[in-house]
């Protein structure tokens, strides 16, 4: 029998529970000293209904009449069951609203890092759109001078290294970067395709350390400058001149430096700078470094040894094997 009391008043107090739980929701109106009265006054009252009801089946069925002399020591127990009860159901729905609210934080910071990854993705499409064109542009006016000054071997020699390069370069995830081995060939397919129009004026040095080739650079990160390059160097003087293009490991950076002859009519480096900054060439990889490595890339601009530009890209340096999709 008193293993059934035990039972009987276990299964009354979960059902006293029931209206306690909707009362508490009530109780946390008002003031701290409101709320402390309104929760022991309804704690208490909850342990006294409860009480009762355990001391009244304790006496029928164990035949305790004189149980009624310890009602204080038994209500005590009671109201301490009911307020554990309580903590217990505030320590619940602490928890609740402390995980409901971590997850409301991570769902914003997943929707917010969605909207910065298409916000890249929009940012680096505008961006190849910006390159391919405007190669593709020159080199059709290119193949167009070939055609007019009675050239057509080099026009179509030049429109071939333009299939070659375009298939190249749309066979490509734009968004991943790639070995810096890579876009050493992607370049040379570049030169191949200038030195059809400028054969002996364009002259190229490369010096690239070994550790360079596998590190991980933006997908056509070198095309602005050697457009630049061709542009105002080559193009611009009679005897052509000399692009210089240096790779190399520092202090876990990886320095990209392009160098090059100069005009001989720019003889100012700053003036040729100032007007160089103003193109789409040099802020399209400047926004590009930007994307791929936020703030730990650099562009430093100065004057070479050649007697024109020099161009030292900084980035970080990472394997093509830690490389992974620009999001």
Do not use: C
Request: neutral net charge; proline residues 2%.
């Amino acid at each position: 029998m008193h293993v059934a009391h035990i039972l009987l008043q276990a299964f009354s107090g979960a059902i006293v529970t029931l209206p306690l739980s909707r009362l508490l929701p009530f109780v946390n109106r008002g003031g701290v000293l409101r709320r402390v009265l309104s929760l022991l006054f309804v704690v208490g009252i909850a342990a006294f209904l409860w009480n009762i009801f355990r001391m009244a089946t304790f006496d029928a069925m164990i035949k305790a009449s004189d149980i009624w002399r310890d009602f204080g020591g038994w209500y005590f127990t009671a109201f301490l069951i009911f307020g554990l009860w309580v903590a217990l159901y505030y320590s619940v729905q602490a928890y609740v609203a402390v995980a409901a609210e971590r997850q409301h934080v991570e769902m914003e910071r997943i929707r917010r890092v969605e909207a910065e990854n298409l916000s890249r993705q929009s940012q680096m499409m505008m961006l190849r759109y910006q390159v391919n064109p405007h190669f593709l542009f020159n080199t059709l006016n290119s193949v167009s001078a070939l055609i007019k000054t009675s050239r057509p071997e080099q026009a179509r020699d030049m429109v071939t290294q333009l299939s070659t390069f375009m298939r190249y370069t749309l066979e490509r995830d734009y968004m991943i970067a790639t070995s810096f081995e890579e876009e050493l060939r992607l370049i040379n397919i570049y030169l191949n395709i200038e030195r059809v129009r400028y054969g002996e004026r364009l002259k190229t040095e490369f010096h690239i350390d070994d550790e360079a080739l596998s590190a991980s650079v933006p997908s056509m990160i070198l095309q602005p400058l050697f457009e630049n390059t061709m542009k105002y160097v080559i193009a611009g003087t009679i005897d052509g001149g000399i692009i210089r293009l240096s790779a190399r490991q520092q202090n876990g950076k990886l320095h990209i430096i392009m160098e090059d002859s100069g005009h001989p009519d720019h003889q100012n480096v700053d003036e040729v700078l100032s007007n160089l900054k103003k193109g789409v060439g040099l802020k399209n990889m400047e926004d590009r470094l930007r994307v791929h490595y936020q703030n730990e890339s650099d562009m430093i601009l100065g004057g070479s040894d050649l007697g024109g530009l020099k161009i030292d890209l900084i980035m970080p340096l990472r394997r093509q094997s830690d490389s992974v999709k620009v999001t």
